[in-house]
């Protein structure tokens, strides 16, 4: 039974490095969103619905129930996943991203969503070199060594993924949330970094409570499986160890 963690936006699989070194179990998948510093498949038009047909797809070609989790959209999409399809999940792992009709998209969300700016911003940001590229992402709050590591994989492909991605999710809150809501008990944990300048301390309390889940809040920002690598890795090796209802 593996356990498969999945990055977030504009992140790739470098994310979990740290994290990886310290868990006491080989069996971790970390799949990369398609256009994320990987092609794009010509038949894959990026949106919320997209990105969850494929990660169905990932876990149904794996064969059995996962422990399953996510860090930012990540943590939306596996939110979708286990509701969607519960038969493929045995535990959930989720923050730093939450379906929740309260939550209003931060800022760069915004500019991204609306037509034109969200073109210009990712084409500006696209046509910087990497130093410039990961200065902007640090001055955004992420960590500079992370910052060095992904900017060189931010290209137009992933401009358009991420566009893609948020402009189908302005209402994300209203389809989403009823359905993850009511989907079956599991084990569950919420990570979340108290700090977090997209996604409010509120935001992670609320996630634990709907999904009756263990909220681990963590002193960092938005970034904790970077940030706090040991107390991710220790708290998904308590939940994983969780026996699963009946």
């Not at 470098?14 to 038949?43: A, H, K, M, S, Y």
């Not at 038009?45 to 990105?51: A, F, N």
């Not at 130093?131 to 060095?148: Q, W």
């Not at 991605?165 to 809150?173: E, F, T």
Request: hydrophobic share 45%; net charge negative; proline share 9%.
């Amino acid at each position: 039974m593996p356990a498969v963690l999945v990055h977030g936006v504009p992140d790739t699989p470098e994310l979990w490095g740290p994290v990886l070194e310290l868990l006491n179990r080989t069996d971790v998948l970390t799949p990369q969103l398609p256009g994320f510093g990987i092609p794009l498949p010509d038949d894959f038009s990026p949106s919320k619905e997209t990105y969850v047909e494929w990660l169905v797809g990932e876990l149904e070609a794996i064969g059995q129930p996962v422990d399953l989790v996510g860090h930012d959209w990540g943590s939306l999409i596996v939110q979708r996943v286990a509701s969607t399809r519960p038969d493929l999940i045995r535990s959930l792992a989720c923050g730093a991203g939450t379906v929740d009709v309260e939550y209003q998209w931060h800022a760069m969300a915004q500019l991204w969503q609306t037509p034109g700016a969200g073109e210009e911003m990712v084409e500006a940001f696209a046509a910087m070199t990497a130093e410039e590229r990961a200065e902007g992402l640090a001055a955004a709050g992420s960590p500079a060594d992370l910052a060095a590591i992904e900017a060189p994989r931010i290209d137009p492909t992933m401009g358009r993924c991420i566009l893609g991605l948020y402009r189908s999710a302005v209402d994300i809150g209203t389809e989403w949330q009823p359905a993850i809501d009511a989907m079956p008990a599991r084990p569950t944990l919420v990570l979340w970094g108290r700090d977090d300048p997209f996604v409010e301390q509120r935001f992670g309390e609320r996630l634990a409570t709907r999904l009756d889940a263990r909220l681990e809040m963590l002193p960092c920002g938005h970034w904790w499986p970077w940030e706090r690598a040991a107390e991710t890795a220790a708290a998904l090796e308590q939940l994983w160890s969780e026996p699963t209802p009946d």
